[in-house]
């Protein structure tokens, strides 16, 4: 008997549209699009499962019941911090002296999240208004000390004054932040009971269960954010769950979280969603260095309202222990993404100050969206530019679904800067694809160079609905080895997260300070002769913390599904030497320190790292050593998408062309072969100018680029001179 056929999903929403990809037990897989809807999260998360399903040929309750594990990215928190719609009232309760921690900020705090235009003009910059105001906030009694003990009690008849006061105050939220309560959650807890006590409906969010992590004000940030987009987060996964459960998907709605693994919807902090799309993209550029087994690799990934490099060196892609969301410094890690705001949403216009063609970063988004899409969009965009240049067909957008307003895109860029500036229609059309074609240069310029990296050593992968359209602009003259275009690269997000494991990332400060050893002047390295040198509490903290976070992970990944034996767990530290500002992160050996043998490996790890980074000379062992963050990763394998290999078919690709339009270029209309990207085969050959259209993106190839098709049906681009 045939076994049933099965499946795993993954959405993933974006600004302007949602993607699916579901994949059957064999490996294969089909995508599916759909409109983004602001107002209606839930809808579009159904119609892209939907679009899938048709191309299965199944009703969507079919696949839904038949489906082991689903997997969603929103930009639902993200969406809520940026526009501050609907923003709720809230208060924050913390250490007495604290209190202005989040008003203060950071020095940076005036620049944080900003462009380098705009930083550079200091005087016209300022800090982000808070999410809290400060008659909002309301400091406590209590002091835990760094060893984690109470060194003053908490007096909790202020904090139920503090209470009585935000309550007399309206708010619809209580966060709670105390200083050391990363080390020590008692007094925290106990805020945390008293307002339950006294406003049993009140949403609180607790800093050590959200992100037990050192460094007050990323933290205080990450608790009131996970607290202020709580409600539309849980809104929406709710409603999401309810209407999976009555099409008969009966497993966990798995959520996917910044820092690269899936959690829970019911236990999900809404803060690790935010900025949680794009990585699915970077697990993508990753699955396709090891298929090809290259060492460098750079992911650009054009949407409707942003442009999101991602970086996958030969060491992999890096963390941002503190990222910035909305130009708030943030505790909780994310894969590194950087992000700008560019993409085929991306108004254009004529700045009537300097009379200068100017594009983004403001974005007409999913609604009303560019002008062509005929939804009451006035303000002319980087898709409305592409089509009035013919290298959109208004008939075939999303495989002739949607069907383009050419007319409305050429009198919107007329009258708003063609007239103005005195230039014909498609030489304005023409500006503004360049000008974001060049802002999309030099943001992958300076990452790269930021770095210390070469493009030479690096493969460029063009994703998103936007990128084919935009890679040859963004990517000419670079000098990458070569520009790979999947033919599901509008739904490439989803793919990647579909690439990666389960997986769920937990973090704690253990804080563990060990003042002083004694050490090798010759060898410059610690002189580890007896455990006697350590204090005993710091032994215990390691171990307690390490045995907390693999009660979590294990009692988590067994509530999804999988069994003790069939996870992966990975255990790291964040160190640093005694009086070091930063932390280095390495590898720890042992996940229990029992010996002298444990601890010296313990050492060792962040030596020969700290060695490895900054050479031999810059050690400084005589300051001691702090142990500040122990990390745990675990995951567990699922079924992958299957790149099945293609023979080879020639290099002839006229069994794919489609026909011959004028498209505009560098330097006028040119008479193009159009293709058909779901007809090209294996070894076809293809010289620029070119067109090839696929059902939801269309990849333009310049007169001095040519594209190959490999095996595995992946577009490869290279310029020619």
């Not at 607290?227 to 999401?240: A, M, N, T």
């Not at 009198?411 to 014909?424: G, N």
């Not at 490895?612 to 992958?640: D, F, N, W």
Request: glycine content about 10%.
């Amino acid at each position: 008997m045939k076994d049933k056929e099965r499946y795993i999903i993954y959405l993933d929403t974006g600004g302007t549209f949602s993607d699916a990809v579901v994949i059957k037990n064999d490996g294969t897989f089909v995508t599916g699009k759909a409109s983004t809807t602001p107002d209606d999260l839930e809808g579009c998360f159904f119609n892209c499962i939907e679009a899938a399903a048709e191309r299965l040929g199944k009703p969507l309750k079919d696949v839904l019941s038949n489906t082991d594990i689903l997997g969603f990215g929103t930009t639902a928190g993200t969406n809520a911090l940026i526009t501050r719609q609907g923003a709720p009232r809230l208060g924050l309760i913390t250490t007495k002296g604290a209190e202005d921690t989040t008003i203060i900020m950071r020095s940076a705090g005036r620049w944080a999240g900003l462009s380098l235009t705009e930083a550079m003009h200091i005087g016209g910059t300022d800090r982000p208004e808070p999410l809290i105001p400060r008659k909002l906030i309301k400091g406590v009694t209590e002091r835990i000390d760094s060893q984690g003990k109470i060194a003053i009690p908490l007096y909790e008849e202020e904090v139920r004054e503090g209470v009585s006061e935000l309550c007399r105050e309206g708010v619809k939220g209580i966060a709670v932040a105390l200083l050391w309560s990363f080390l020590n959650n008692s007094h925290e807890r106990r805020v945390g009971e008293i307002i339950r006590e006294m406003a049993p409906e009140m949403p609180v969010s607790l800093s050590h269960e959200v992100i037990p992590l050192v460094r007050e004000y990323p933290r205080f940030n990450s608790t009131i954010i996970n607290l202020y987009i709580g409600k539309p987060v849980r809104k929406l996964l709710s409603k999401v769950k309810d209407k999976l459960n009555s099409l008969g998907y009966t497993k966990p709605l798995l959520v996917m979280q910044a820092a690269g693994g899936l959690s829970r919807s019911e236990v999900v902090h809404p803060v690790t969603t935010l900025h949680s799309g794009p990585v699915g993209g970077l697990r993508g550029v990753e699955f396709f260095k090891g298929l090809y087994g290259y060492e460098n690799v750079i992911g650009s990934d054009v949407g409707g309202t942003s442009f999101d490099v991602t970086l996958s060196p030969r060491d992999g892609a890096e963390y941002i222990r503190e990222p910035i969301v909305s130009r708030f410094h943030l505790a909780n890690p994310m894969l590194e993404v950087k992000c700008i705001g560019a993409g085929g949403g991306t108004v254009a216009y004529a700045d009537e100050l300097t009379g200068v063609l100017r594009v983004g970063p403001r974005s007409a988004g999913a609604m009303p969206g560019p002008v062509c899409y005929d939804l009451g969009g006035t303000e002319p965009t980087v898709t409305d530019a592409d089509l009035v240049m013919n290298r959109i067909d208004p008939e075939y957008f999303l495989g002739g679904k949607m069907k383009l307003n050419k007319d409305k895109a050429i009198a919107a860029i007329k009258e708003k800067i063609a007239d103005p500036m005195s230039m014909e229609v498609v030489e304005a059309a023409h500006g503004i694809c360049r000008i974001i074609d060049d802002t999309m240069k030099a943001t992958v310029s300076a990452i790269l160079g930021e770095r210390g990296f070469d493009p030479k050593d690096f493969v460029l992968f063009a994703f998103g609905g936007g990128g084919p359209a935009h890679c040859a602009g963004y990517s000419e003259d670079m000098g990458f080895k070569k520009t790979i275009v999947p033919p599901f690269a509008a739904t490439f997000s989803a793919f990647g997260a579909a690439t990666s494991d389960v997986m769920h990332r937990y973090v704690e400060s253990a804080y563990i300070v060990i003042p002083s050893f004694t050490f090798n002047i010759a060898t410059r390295e610690l002189d580890l002769s007896s455990l006697d040198q350590v204090p005993p509490e710091a032994l215990e903290r390691f171990n307690e913390v390490f045995d907390g976070l693999e009660q979590r992970a294990f009692e988590d990944m067994k509530e999804e599904g999988f069994r003790r034996e069939e996870l992966k767990t990975r255990y790291q530290m964040e160190v640093r030497y005694g009086g070091q500002l930063y932390e280095v992160v390495c590898t720890s050996p042992v996940n229990r320190v029992t010996s002298l043998e444990d601890f010296r490996a313990v050492i060792k790890a962040f030596e020969d790292e700290y060695r490895r980074l900054y050479t031999k000379g810059a050690m400084y062992p005589q300051g001691g050593v702090e142990i500040i963050t122990l990390i745990l990763e675990v995951s567990a394998s699922t079924v992958k998408p299957d790149m099945v290999k293609r023979a080879f078919k020639g290099k002839d690709p006229s069994s794919a062309l489609k026909g011959k339009r004028e498209v505009f270029f560098e330097g006028g209309f040119v008479e193009t072969n159009i293709y058909a990207m779901d007809r090209l085969e294996n070894g076809n050959f293809i010289k620029g100018p070119a067109i090839i259209e696929g059902v939801d993106t269309t990849f333009v190839v310049p007169g001095n680029f040519i594209v190959t098709v490999d095996e595995y049906l992946n577009m490869v681009m290279e310029q020619v001179e």
